[in-house]
C-alpha cells in the first residue's frame, strides 16, 4: 500500500519534499493474516459491550501485531552492510522498541487476566497483519530496498490521519490501541502485576502496569514511537529521534526531517540510502527447492526462532524473568544464519536467500 505523507495535523510535508510514489513491491500471493478481520469485529461492537473478554481479545491481536513487525525490520537491518550507518542504527532502535511493545502489549493481558499466546502469534510471510488492520499492506520479508521501506515499513507505522489510508473501513494500529484504551477506561477492569515482567529492552523500561494512569502511559508510549503525536512527528516521549513512521521516512526520502516554518519536511541534511546484501523476498511457501546446505541454515534459523517465541511464551505464562533473559540471548543467535543466508546467491533468480521466519506450525512442512 502506498502510504500518504501525513505530517502533524494532516502537515504539509509534500509540498517541500514533493508527493511519495510507490516504487514496484515484490509480485507474490500474500498469504493468510493471523486473526484475518477480528479487528474491523470488534470494533464494530458497541463501546458499551466492550467487556473484560474484548479487552483480553484486542490484546491478543496486539500480540500477534506488535510480533509480526518485527521480522521485516530485521532482515531490513541484518542486510546493511555498514551496521554504524545511520539507516541501520535507526532500524536498530525500532526493532528494540517494537520489542518493547511486545513486553507491553503482554503486560497488559497478563494484568487482565490473560496470557499471551505467542507461540500461535507468529505468523507467515508474505502475508497481511494480524486481524485485518491496514488491509491491503503485504508484509513481505527482503533485504533493504526503497519499496520496503515504503510499502511495508512505513505503511505498517503511518499515522491514522484521513491522508494516511483512503479506506476507512480498515483500521490503523493507532485507532485499535485508542479503542483498547477507550475500553480500559470505560470497564475499569482490576489489575494484577502478578506474571508481570521488568526489564531493560533497548531504551526503555518494561514495567508492570498496576493502575488506569499505567495504562495509559504504556500505549501513549507504544503509539508516539510508532506515528508520532498529531502535533508532532518528533514527538516521541523525549526521544533524539523521530517517531518510526518518520525514521523510515527518512531513509526513504535520503534526507533528515525538518521542520520549515509551520510545517515538517524530508528536505533537511542528506541520508544516503545504505549499501545491503540483495535478500530477495522471500515468495509465499518459501524458498524452491534449496540446496542442502541452505536447507541446513534455514533448520537452524527456524529452530532458533521457535525458541525465541518458545521462551517468551513460557516467560508471560509462568512469570519467569529467566525464560525472558533466555528468549534475548537465543535471539541473538539468529543474526549468524540470516547473514549467511542472506551472503548465498540464489541460483534460479535474482538476488540472494535470506530468513524465512517460518511459524511453529509450518517448520515441518518444508
Same mark, same amino acid.
Given at each position: 500500500?502506498?502510504?500518504?505523507?501525513?505530517?502533524?495535523?494532516?502537515?504539509?510535508?509534500?509540498?517541500?519534499?514533493?508527493?511519495?510514489?510507490?516504487?514496484? /513491491?515484490?509480485?507474490?500471493?500474500?498469504?493468510?493474516?493471523?486473526?484475518? /478481520?477480528?479487528?474491523?469485529?470488534?470494533?464494530?461492537?458497541?463501546?458499551?459491550?466492550?467487556?473484560?473478554?474484548?479487552?483480553?481479545?484486542?490484546?491478543?491481536?496486539?500480540?500477534?501485531?506488535?510480533?509480526?513487525?518485527?521480522?521485516?525490520?530485521?532482515?531490513?537491518?541484518?542486510?546493511?552492510?555498514?551496521?554504524?550507518?545511520?539507516?541501520?542504527?535507526?532500524?536498530?532502535?525500532?526493532?528494540?522498541?517494537?520489542?518493547?511493545?511486545?513486553?507491553?502489549?503482554?503486560?497488559?493481558?497478563?494484568?487482565?487476566?490473560?496470557?499471551?499466546?505467542?507461540?500461535?502469534?507468529?505468523?507467515?510471510?508474505?502475508?497481511?497483519?494480524?486481524?485485518?488492520?491496514?488491509?491491503?499492506?503485504?508484509?513481505?520479508?527482503?533485504?533493504?530496498?526503497?519499496?520496503?521501506?515504503?510499502?511495508?515499513?512505513?505503511?505498517?507505522?503511518?499515522?491514522?490521519?484521513?491522508?494516511?489510508?483512503?479506506?476507512?473501513?480498515?483500521?490503523?494500529?493507532?485507532? =485499535?490501541?485508542?479503542?483498547?484504551?477507550?475500553?480500559?477506561?470505560?470497564?475499569?477492569?482490576?489489575?494484577?502485576?502478578?506474571?508481570?515482567?521488568?526489564?531493560?529492552?533497548?531504551?526503555?523500561?518494561?514495567?508492570?502496569?498496576?493502575?488506569?494512569?499505567?495504562?495509559?502511559?504504556?500505549?501513549?508510549?507504544?503509539?508516539?514511537?510508532?506515528?508520532?503525536?498529531?502535533?508532532?512527528?518528533?514527538?516521541? =516521549?523525549?526521544?533524539?529521534?523521530?517517531?518510526?513512521?518518520?525514521? =523510515?521516512?527518512?531513509?526513504?526520502?535520503?534526507?533528515?526531517?525538518?521542520r520549515v516554518a509551520h510545517r515538517w519536511e524530508f528536505s533537511g541534511q542528506p541520508f544516503p540510502f545504505p549499501s545491503t546484501r540483495p535478500m530477495a523476498a522471500v515468495p509465499a511457501g518459501g524458498w524452491p527447492d534449496p540446496s542442502p546446505a541452505v536447507r541446513r541454515l534455514l533448520g537452524r534459523f527456524d529452530?532458533?526462532?521457535?525458541?525465541?517465541?518458545?521462551?517468551?511464551?513460557?516467560?508471560?505464562?509462568?512469570?519467569?524473568?529467566?525464560?525472558?533473559?533466555?528468549?534475548?540471548?537465543?535471539?541473538?543467535?539468529?543474526?549468524?544464519?540470516?547473514?549467511?543466508?542472506?551472503?548465498?546467491?540464489?541460483?534460479?533468480?535474482?538476488?540472494?536467500?535470506?530468513?524465512? =521466519?517460518?511459524?511453529?506450525?509450518?517448520?515441518?512442512?518444508?
Amino acid at each position: 500500500m502506498a502510504a500518504a505523507l501525513p505530517l502533524a495535523a494532516a502537515t504539509d510535508a509534500q509540498a517541500g519534499a514533493g508527493a511519495v510514489q510507490s516504487p514496484p /513491491g515484490p509480485e507474490q500471493e500474500p498469504g493468510p493474516a493471523a486473526g484475518c /478481520g477480528a479487528v474491523p469485529r470488534l470494533m464494530a461492537v458497541p463501546e458499551h459491550r466492550r467487556d473484560l473478554d474484548w479487552i483480553r481479545e484486542s490484546l491478543q491481536i496486539a500480540v500477534e501485531l506488535e510480533l509480526a513487525t518485527i521480522p521485516p525490520y530485521l532482515c531490513g537491518w541484518w542486510s546493511i552492510h555498514d551496521r554504524n550507518s545511520q539507516a541501520a542504527r535507526l532500524i536498530r532502535r525500532v526493532v528494540a522498541d517494537e520489542m518493547y511493545h511486545l513486553g507491553v502489549v503482554s503486560n497488559l493481558l497478563v494484568a487482565v487476566g490473560g496470557r499471551p499466546r505467542i507461540m500461535d502469534a507468529a505468523m507467515s510471510y508474505p502475508g497481511q497483519l494480524p486481524g485485518g488492520v491496514r488491509a491491503g499492506v503485504t508484509v513481505y520479508l527482503s533485504g533493504l530496498t526503497k519499496s520496503l521501506v515504503h510499502d511495508v515499513m512505513m505503511a505498517i507505522e503511518a499515522p491514522d490521519q484521513p491522508l494516511a489510508r483512503a479506506d476507512v473501513s480498515s483500521p490503523g494500529i493507532g485507532d =485499535f490501541y485508542d479503542a483498547v484504551l477507550a475500553a480500559f477506561r470505560r470497564a475499569r477492569p482490576e489489575l494484577s502485576a502478578e506474571g508481570q515482567l521488568a526489564k531493560h529492552i533497548g531504551s526503555d523500561v518494561l514495567k508492570p502496569v498496576a493502575s488506569l494512569d499505567d495504562v495509559e502511559h504504556a500505549i501513549g508510549i507504544v503509539k508516539e514511537q510508532g506515528e508520532g503525536t498529531t502535533s508532532s512527528p518528533a514527538d516521541a =516521549f523525549g526521544g533524539d529521534e523521530p517517531a518510526h513512521y518518520y525514521a =523510515f521516512g527518512e531513509i526513504y526520502h535520503e534526507r533528515r526531517l525538518r521542520r520549515v516554518a509551520h510545517r515538517w519536511e524530508f528536505s533537511g541534511q542528506p541520508f544516503p540510502f545504505p549499501s545491503t546484501r540483495p535478500m530477495a523476498a522471500v515468495p509465499a511457501g518459501g524458498w524452491p527447492d534449496p540446496s542442502p546446505a541452505v536447507r541446513r541454515l534455514l533448520g537452524r534459523f527456524d529452530g532458533t526462532y521457535h525458541a525465541v517465541l518458545h521462551h517468551l511464551e513460557s516467560a508471560w505464562n509462568d512469570g519467569d524473568p529467566r525464560a525472558l533473559n533466555a528468549a534475548v540471548h537465543a535471539m541473538h543467535g539468529l543474526e549468524g544464519p540470516a547473514v549467511a543466508l542472506m551472503e548465498t546467491t540464489r541460483p534460479d533468480g535474482p538476488g540472494s536467500y535470506g530468513p524465512q =521466519f517460518r511459524p511453529p506450525a509450518a517448520r515441518n512442512t518444508v
